[in-house]
């Protein structure tokens, strides 16, 4: 069950494999292909929940998240420096300043890019590591403050109990009153209804949180 998680936006400095899409069998698979490789994961885009899933937190190498969404490609992957893996992902037709470092697999793939296979239930990673340990560490990107993920349904809602605000809020979302099935709310929490001046689960102490809820 994902935990609602803060994922780190800094970069380390060890070259790195970025990982993209949706599809969480292969960043398991990677992540055990690299133990003690030399070579930090980071994922990308879509693949930021992963995070928030404790069987992936026992891996050290994998670092945090680089860049923001798909769309944006074009510009972040040339500052990721190393090679970048696409599951399920949105693929932007690269550029061929880093084409030779796009590697596809599963349904992904694009003439000219290597594409890794399953065989047997398993993938040859060894051709991306490879690469990665020839290219320099990732370039910095944005503020490098970190992202917060993980916040599920059964994470949000094991909150009511510890944040005052958050059970004041669901008291209101009634079904059949003034709002309605399908509704989404934006809570803002302030601290001192959240969770005051105590860190918490990697959220920071005196954190304003904002809840998306669903009215189902």
């Known amino acids: 069950?994902?935990?609602i998680t803060q994922v780190p936006t800094t970069v380390g400095d060890k070259p790195g494999i970025l990982?993209?899409?949706h599809d969480l069998k292969d960043?398991?698979?990677l992540l055990d292909a690299t133990v003690d490789a030399g070579v930090d994961i980071y994922t990308h885009g879509e693949m930021l929940p992963a995070h928030a899933y404790p069987a992936f937190k026992k891996y050290p190498h994998l670092k945090g998240h680089y860049g923001t969404a798909w769309p944006n490609q074009r510009v972040e992957?040339?500052?990721f420096n190393g090679p970048v893996l696409f599951t399920t992902n949105c693929l932007v037709p690269p550029l061929s300043s880093y084409k030779a470092k796009?590697?596809?697999t599963g349904a992904v793939g694009f003439e000219g890019c290597r594409h890794i296979e399953e065989v047997d239930g398993k993938k040859?990673?060894?051709e991306i590591i490879a690469l990665a340990k020839t290219c320099a560490a990732p370039t910095q990107i944005g503020d490098g403050k970190?992202?917060?993920t993980g916040c599920g349904h059964e994470a949000v809602l094991s909150l009511a109990g510890t944040?005052?605000?958050?059970?004041t809020a669901v008291q209101h979302m009634v079904a059949g009153t003034t709002n309605t099935t399908g509704d989404i709310w934006r809570v803002y929490v302030p601290s001192e209804l959240g969770y005051g001046s105590t860190e918490y689960s990697g959220i920071p102490a005196s954190s304003t949180l904002v809840f998306d809820i669903n009215l189902v």
Not at 163 to 167: E, I, P
């Open 1 to 3: 069950v994902p935990e």
């Open 19 to 21: 990982i993209t899409g």
């Open 27 to 29: 960043l398991a698979m």
């Open 77 to 79: 992957i040339p500052q």
């Open 102 to 104: 796009v590697f596809t």
């Open 124 to 126: 040859d990673f060894s």
């Open 146 to 148: 970190p992202l917060l």
């Open 163 to 167: 944040v005052t605000g958050f059970s």
